[in-house]
Structures are given as structure tokens and as C-alpha cells.
């Protein structure tokens, strides 16, 4: 009793301070400073079966301070500093109470010498690891980054810009003993200088990634550690008939070290690349273009490589055997029909080298855009693409979009197609075939009464190879009468995906990938939920949400299911609200061996905003 009337006391004077406060504080004779933020006071608690039940009174905080020091342009600053607010029946809608900070200032904004610099601290945060579109599993961590910039703009001479930036952090799946961790550095170097009509640029960049992935995911528990450094420059210049010319080289180098865990695997690489491209436009006339361009990459596995680590997708490297490469040379011309209808003409040449074989081929493509709506309702593009290549085989791809906005009395009706088929990927030899789809309907049935229903899916992969694909659906409705409203949802997921820092990712559509990198997985979620405002200062919320999904790596199958239950009061009395509310979460992951966790959790208490100064 003796902690609770002190928090009580504590937070009685933190009112009667931020209520006799200023409108603003000085600091010194050169600085001022603004504060506000949401105090809250209330009795909570929390239970379940894989923990110790509590409850007690609890205080929080969610504030904003900014200011400056001389003046604006020299240093200012603003902290959002939060305190136990984040629990999962407030309107934050987390498990855990979270607290930390978000910090960041300016230094001599408007100077030739302009500098930043930012902190981030979360503490016992809850967050997601799994696909987008698809269940996603629930974590709670702790994670903080730091970053400084500086540049230097001198009239006559070259810019100079550059950024540090530092992050870890650690989660925990929830109800089970898998851990994820991370731990970044990057530096970035850049420069630009105008010379005798000429736009010169330079960057350099280096980055430091350790990853550590969860079990289940990774088919073993495993860590990788990737160090990579990447520089390049580049040149452009005007040409006549309002044309110009661009050029640039890129090296990067990796080396990335995989260990296995469990079977105490490792798997090294390393590689450096090198990219350059250049390219010419112009504009004869107002209605006409042309255009060309080159690229050459001498290491098209490393190249590969790379835009998967940038993505943050685990570092097995993609293997299109030794002294890959590939060559791309062509242009088009595109011309201005009338003011909503356009086309373009483009032939490409391209010549790849990988898995020890020599691949040429000839791309001849047409394109014609209508962006004014077509019988009052549809916007169309559409491409047809011939391809022939060197060992005499020829075929035909096809690219077409479709938009459709309609009002027909008090229907309101928009979507959306679009559809490639039969169209080269990142290697010759392989083709995509896709589908994506959309559809709005919305309906006022009178003053007070609307309906609303959505849809939307999609279908990837590499053209007949079925184990390639990748597809998403989702079916979502909602209908609002005067102070209620009530919405469902449903959607499903299928494919493969690969394993990042974040979750995992739909797999590009990318041959010479390990199979061992590949996660294969299903899963469906459906939900509802009821919102109730009977008086104008009065909200009653409630949501009900499932998820089940399989996934499949290395051999390590799991089932995975999840259940969450939250329910929420909240009144308004000017600066004062009053909140309760109740949340019942249950999540298991049958690979980890431990029974599905459940956490109960709820609140009851009173917030006020204060300017503090």
C-alpha cells in the first residue's frame, strides 16, 4: 500500500507543477524550450499461464518537448520521451508497457555547414516478424539506434554530405523461448560538383550486418555476419535538341560468414562487382523522344547478391556458376498521340553468361498508354513484347494494366487489374507471369447508413514453374450507422519466401538460389470488429482476431496459430480522458516443442494533457 500512495503523491505534485507551469521555459538568455505530453494514473494488471500474475497502480507518460538554443537556425532539438504506454488495452493496442525515447536536433540549419544528430531507445516493445499479407508472429524486445550527419556546401567547390548510423536490437517470440537479434552499422560518403556544364557525383558506402534468425524460420538456428563496402560515380551533361547524357560505374564487395548453429555449418563468401551503365535521351520536339542506353555487370551472381542483402534478405549467396555476366544495349522512341494517349517503341539487346553457357537475345516491345477514362470509367496501358534469342526459339509477352472509377447513383465503384505474362525476369531464359487485382465498393444507403467492401489479391512466379508462385487474398467489408459501426475480415497466403532481418519476404522470382535459404509456408487470419459511440464523448471499441499458418524450412515443419481478444472504453472530458479496457492474447509455435502462451491483461485509469512549459 505504502509504493502505491507514493506513486500516487508523486503524480498528485507532477499535476500541480504542470498546471502552475509557464507557457514556455528559458533556458539561459539565448535558449527556449516547449513542453507537453499526456499524463496518465491508473490500477492495472496483468496474468497468464506462462508468467506470475501482477497488478498495482501504475503511472505513464507520453511527451513532446522542442526548443532551441540562440536561434532556430543554430541548434534545435525535439524529444518525445514515453513511460508506460504502451499497454495492450490502450490506445497504443500492445502487450507490454513500453517506455523510451525518440531524440533528434538540427545544428546550424541554413549554414554552409549544416549537422544532425538522433537517438532511439524502446524498451520491453512489442512488434511483428513474419509476411506481409500473410499471420504475422508477435515479438517483445528492446532495441536503440544513433545516427550524426554532416555536410559541407561551399559555393564553387564540391559538396561533401556524410551519414553514420548505428542499431540493435533483441525480441523474443512470445510464448516461446526463439530469439531474433540484430546489429547494424552503415557509413555513407557523398559528393556532387558542377563543372563546366557537367554534373559530377561520387558516393561511397560501407556497411556491418549481424543477424541472428529464430529456429523455426531458418530450418536451425543460425548467424550471419556481413561486411560489404560499395563505391561509384557517375557524370551527366546537356546535349542539343534538349537531350542529355549520363554515365556510371559502380564497385561494390561482400563477404558474408553463415554459421549454422546446430550442425556447426559454414558457409563463406565473398565477392566484388562491377556495374556501369550510360544512356542518352532527347526532345526534338515537344511531342517526340528518343532514348538509348548500356549496362554491363562482370558478376552477375555478386550483383544478384547484393540487391538481396540491401533488402536485408539472409546472405546465402545466389551461385549462376563461375565468370557471370551480362551485357544490355537498345533504345525506343516514345510519342505524344494527343493529350491522354501515348506510345512507345523499344528494342533491347541482351547478352548473359551463367550457369557456363553463352545466352543472347533480341527484345522488340510496343506500348500504348489512354490515361483519360475510357466510356466514362476505365484507364488502360498495354505491352506486347517479341523476344527472340540466339538458340532460335521465339515468344510472345504480354503487359496490361486496367483502372476502373465509376459512380452509378449511390454506388461508387473503383478497381484495378494488371497482368504480365510471359515477360524476361533478371536472366534471359526465365520469364514472369503475374497478376494483380483490386476492387472498392461502396454504397450510402441513406444520410446515416453506409457499406463498404474491398478486395484484393495477386499471383506470381516464374513462368511454368509452379513451385515458383507466390499468391494473396484478402476480402474486407464494414458497415456504419450513425454512432456504430462493425467490420470483418479474411485473407490467405501461399508460396515461398525468403528470411530477413524484418520476417520473411515473398520469394523474387530468381533461379540459382540455395534451397536451403527457401521458406515454404500457407496461412489464413480472419477478424471482426464493433466500434459503439452512444454519447459524443464516449467510445466503446472491441476486435477479435485468428491466425494459422504453416511453415516448412530445412525439414523443420511448424504450426502456428494465434488468437487476440481486446475490448476498450474511452471518454472525453475536455483535457481529461478516462480509459479501461481488457486484452486476451494466445500465441504457439508447435517447432519450438513449448505449448501455446496466453497473456491477459487489464486497465482502468484517467489521462490528462498538460503544456508543462
Given at each position: 500500500?505504502?509504493?502505491?500512495?507514493?506513486?500516487?503523491?508523486?503524480?498528485?505534485?507532477?499535476?500541480?507543477?504542470?498546471?502552475?507551469?509557464?507557457?514556455?521555459?528559458?533556458?539561459?538568455?539565448?535558449?527556449?524550450?516547449?513542453?507537453?505530453?499526456?499524463?496518465?494514473?491508473?490500477?492495472?494488471?496483468?496474468?497468464?499461464?506462462?508468467?506470475?500474475?501482477?497488478?498495482?497502480?501504475?503511472?505513464?507518460?507520453?511527451?513532446?518537448?522542442?526548443?532551441?538554443?540562440?536561434?532556430?537556425?543554430?541548434?534545435?532539438?525535439?524529444?518525445?520521451?514515453?513511460?508506460?504506454?504502451?499497454?495492450?488495452?490502450?490506445?497504443?493496442?500492445?502487450?507490454?508497457?513500453?517506455?523510451?525515447?525518440?531524440?533528434?536536433?538540427?545544428?546550424?540549419?541554413?549554414?554552409?555547414?549544416?549537422?544532425?544528430?538522433?537517438?532511439?531507445?524502446?524498451?520491453?516493445?512489442?512488434?511483428?516478424?513474419?509476411?506481409?499479407?500473410?499471420?504475422?508472429?508477435?515479438?517483445?524486445?528492446?532495441?536503440?539506434?544513433?545516427?550524426?550527419?554532416?555536410?559541407?556546401?561551399?559555393?564553387?567547390?564540391?559538396?561533401?554530405?556524410?551519414?553514420?548510423?548505428?542499431?540493435?536490437?533483441?525480441?523474443?517470440?512470445?510464448?516461446?523461448?526463439?530469439?531474433?537479434?540484430?546489429?547494424?552499422?552503415?557509413?555513407?560518403?557523398?559528393?556532387?560538383?558542377?563543372?563546366?556544364?557537367?554534373?559530377?557525383?561520387?558516393?561511397?558506402?560501407?556497411?556491418?550486418?549481424?543477424?541472428?534468425?529464430?529456429?523455426?524460420?531458418?530450418?536451425?538456428?543460425?548467424?550471419?555476419?556481413?561486411?560489404?563496402?560499395?563505391?561509384?560515380?557517375?557524370?551527366?551533361?546537356?546535349?542539343?535538341?534538349?537531350?542529355?547524357?549520363?554515365?556510371?560505374?559502380?564497385?561494390?564487395?561482400?563477404?558474408?560468414?553463415?554459421?549454422?548453429?546446430?550442425?556447426?555449418?559454414?558457409?563463406?563468401?565473398?565477392?566484388?562487382?562491377?556495374?556501369?551503365?550510360?544512356?542518352?535521351?532527347?526532345?526534338?520536339?515537344?511531342?517526340?523522344?528518343?532514348?538509348?542506353?548500356?549496362?554491363?555487370?562482370?558478376?552477375?551472381?555478386?550483383?544478384?547478391?547484393?540487391?538481396?542483402?540491401?533488402?536485408?534478405?539472409?546472405?546465402?549467396?545466389?551461385?549462376?556458376?563461375?565468370?557471370?555476366?551480362?551485357?544490355?544495349?537498345?533504345?525506343?522512341?516514345?510519342?505524344?498521340?494527343?493529350?491522354?494517349?501515348?506510345?512507345?517503341?523499344?528494342?533491347?539487346?541482351?547478352?548473359?553468361?551463367?550457369?557456363g553457357y553463352t545466352y543472347t537475345g533480341t527484345y522488340a516491345s510496343g506500348?500504348?498508354?489512354?490515361?483519360?477514362?475510357?466510356?466514362?470509367?476505365?484507364?488502360?496501358?498495354?505491352?506486347?513484347?517479341?523476344?527472340?534469342n540466339g538458340q532460335g526459339n521465339n515468344s510472345v509477352g504480354l503487359v496490361?494494366?486496367?483502372?476502373?472509377?465509376?459512380?452509378?447513383?449511390?454506388?461508387?465503384?473503383?478497381?484495378?487489374?494488371?497482368?504480365?505474362?510471359?515477360?524476361?525476369?533478371?536472366?534471359?531464359?526465365?520469364?514472369?507471369?503475374?497478376?494483380?487485382?483490386?476492387?472498392?465498393?461502396?454504397?450510402?444507403?441513406?444520410?446515416?447508413?453506409?457499406?463498404?467492401?474491398?478486395?484484393?489479391?495477386?499471383?506470381?512466379?516464374?513462368?511454368?514453374?509452379?513451385?515458383?508462385?507466390?499468391?494473396?487474398?484478402?476480402?474486407?467489408?464494414?458497415?456504419?450507422?450513425?454512432?456504430?459501426?462493425?467490420?470483418?475480415?479474411?485473407?490467405?497466403?501461399?508460396?515461398?519466401?525468403?528470411?530477413?532481418?524484418?520476417?520473411?519476404?515473398?520469394?523474387?522470382?530468381?533461379?540459382?538460389?540455395?534451397?536451403?535459404?527457401?521458406?515454404?509456408?500457407?496461412?489464413?487470419?480472419?477478424?471482426?470488429?464493433?466500434?459503439?459511440?452512444?454519447?459524443?464523448?464516449?467510445?466503446?471499441?472491441?476486435?477479435?482476431?485468428?491466425?494459422?499458418?504453416?511453415?516448412?524450412?530445412?525439414?523443420?515443419?511448424?504450426?502456428?496459430?494465434?488468437?487476440?481478444?481486446?475490448?476498450?472504453?474511452?471518454?472525453?472530458?475536455?483535457?481529461?480522458?478516462?480509459?479501461?479496457?481488457?486484452?486476451?492474447?494466445?500465441?504457439?509455435?508447435?517447432?519450438?516443442?513449448?505449448?501455446?502462451?496466453?497473456?491477459?491483461?487489464?486497465?482502468?485509469?484517467?489521462?490528462?494533457?498538460?503544456?508543462?512549459?
Amino acid at each position: 500500500m505504502g509504493k502505491r500512495f507514493a506513486i500516487a503523491r508523486l503524480w498528485v505534485l507532477i499535476f500541480g507543477i504542470a498546471l502552475s507551469a509557464k507557457a514556455q521555459l528559458k533556458l539561459g538568455d539565448d535558449g527556449q524550450m516547449k513542453g507537453s505530453g499526456l499524463l496518465t494514473l491508473g490500477y492495472q494488471g496483468d496474468f497468464g499461464d506462462q508468467m506470475q500474475s501482477t497488478h498495482g497502480l501504475e503511472a505513464g507518460l507520453d511527451g513532446t518537448f522542442s526548443g532551441y538554443y540562440y536561434s532556430p537556425n543554430f541548434v534545435n532539438f525535439n524529444i518525445i520521451p514515453y513511460y508506460n504506454q504502451s499497454r495492450a488495452n490502450s490506445s497504443y493496442q500492445s502487450l507490454t508497457n513500453a517506455s523510451g525515447v525518440t531524440a533528434s536536433a538540427n545544428l546550424f540549419s541554413g549554414t554552409h555547414f549544416p549537422g544532425s544528430v538522433s537517438y532511439n531507445y524502446a524498451y520491453n516493445s512489442t512488434g511483428t516478424l513474419g509476411l506481409a499479407g500473410a499471420p504475422n508472429f508477435t515479438t517483445v524486445g528492446t532495441g536503440q539506434g544513433f545516427g550524426v550527419s554532416w555536410s559541407a556546401l561551399l559555393p564553387g567547390w564540391p559538396t561533401l554530405s556524410a551519414t553514420y548510423s548505428q542499431g540493435n536490437g533483441s525480441g523474443n517470440l512470445y510464448g516461446t523461448d526463439q530469439t531474433t537479434q540484430t546489429d547494424n552499422h552503415n557509413l555513407n560518403l557523398q559528393s556532387s560538383y558542377l563543372r563546366s556544364g557537367f554534373k559530377l557525383n561520387a558516393f561511397y558506402d560501407r556497411l556491418t550486418q549481424h543477424l541472428n534468425y529464430p529456429l523455426f524460420l531458418a530450418g536451425q538456428e543460425a548467424d550471419s555476419d556481413t561486411h560489404g563496402d560499395d563505391f561509384g560515380f557517375g557524370a551527366s551533361h546537356t546535349l542539343p535538341l534538349n537531350g542529355q547524357f549520363y554515365a556510371n560505374y559502380e564497385r561494390s564487395s561482400f563477404s558474408t560468414d553463415y554459421q549454422n548453429g546446430n550442425e556447426l555449418q559454414t558457409n563463406n563468401s565473398n565477392y566484388t562487382t562491377d556495374y556501369e551503365t550510360a544512356g542518352v535521351n532527347f526532345l526534338p520536339w515537344r511531342k517526340f523522344s528518343l532514348f538509348g542506353s548500356e549496362s554491363y555487370v562482370n558478376n552477375l551472381s555478386g550483383y544478384l547478391t547484393q540487391n538481396l542483402i540491401s533488402n536485408g534478405i539472409l546472405p546465402a549467396p545466389v551461385n549462376l556458376g563461375s565468370a557471370s555476366n551480362s551485357f544490355t544495349g537498345g533504345g525506343g522512341v516514345t510519342y505524344q498521340f494527343t493529350q491522354n494517349l501515348s506510345g512507345t517503341a523499344q528494342a533491347t539487346y541482351y547478352q548473359q553468361h551463367y550457369f557456363g553457357y553463352t545466352y543472347t537475345g533480341t527484345y522488340a516491345s510496343g506500348t500504348v498508354n489512354y490515361n483519360k477514362r475510357l466510356l466514362d470509367t476505365f484507364t488502360f496501358s498495354a505491352s506486347v513484347v517479341d523476344f527472340a534469342n540466339g538458340q532460335g526459339n521465339n515468344s510472345v509477352g504480354l503487359v496490361g494494366t486496367v483502372n476502373a472509377f465509376r459512380s452509378i447513383g449511390h454506388w461508387e465503384l473503383t478497381g484495378g487489374f494488371s497482368y504480365v505474362q510471359n515477360v524476361q525476369s533478371t536472366l534471359i531464359t526465365y520469364t514472369i507471369s503475374s497478376y494483380y487485382y483490386n476492387a472498392n465498393l461502396h454504397r450510402r444507403l441513406s444520410n446515416r447508413l453506409q457499406w463498404t467492401a474491398a478486395f484484393n489479391g495477386y499471383r506470381s512466379g516464374l513462368t511454368d514453374q509452379p513451385d515458383t508462385e507466390n499468391h494473396a487474398e484478402s476480402y474486407g467489408t464494414t458497415l456504419a450507422y450513425k454512432w456504430i459501426s462493425a467490420g470483418a475480415l479474411y485473407a490467405n497466403s501461399s508460396g515461398n519466401a525468403l528470411l530477413t532481418s524484418g520476417g520473411l519476404v515473398p520469394l523474387p522470382p530468381l533461379p540459382g538460389q540455395p534451397n536451403n535459404n527457401v521458406v515454404m509456408f500457407s496461412g489464413s487470419s480472419y477478424g471482426g470488429n464493433l466500434t459503439i459511440s452512444p454519447l459524443r464523448r464516449l467510445t466503446i471499441a472491441g476486435a477479435y482476431s485468428r491466425s494459422l499458418s504453416n511453415t516448412l524450412a530445412n525439414a523443420i515443419a511448424s504450426r502456428n496459430n494465434s488468437e487476440l481478444f481486446y475490448s476498450q472504453l474511452q471518454y472525453h472530458l475536455r483535457r481529461i480522458d478516462l480509459q479501461a479496457g481488457y486484452t486476451r492474447f494466445t500465441q504457439g509455435i508447435s517447432a519450438t516443442g513449448a505449448p501455446p502462451g496466453t497473456e491477459t491483461t487489464y486497465y482502468g485509469g484517467v489521462s490528462r494533457w498538460f503544456n508543462f512549459f
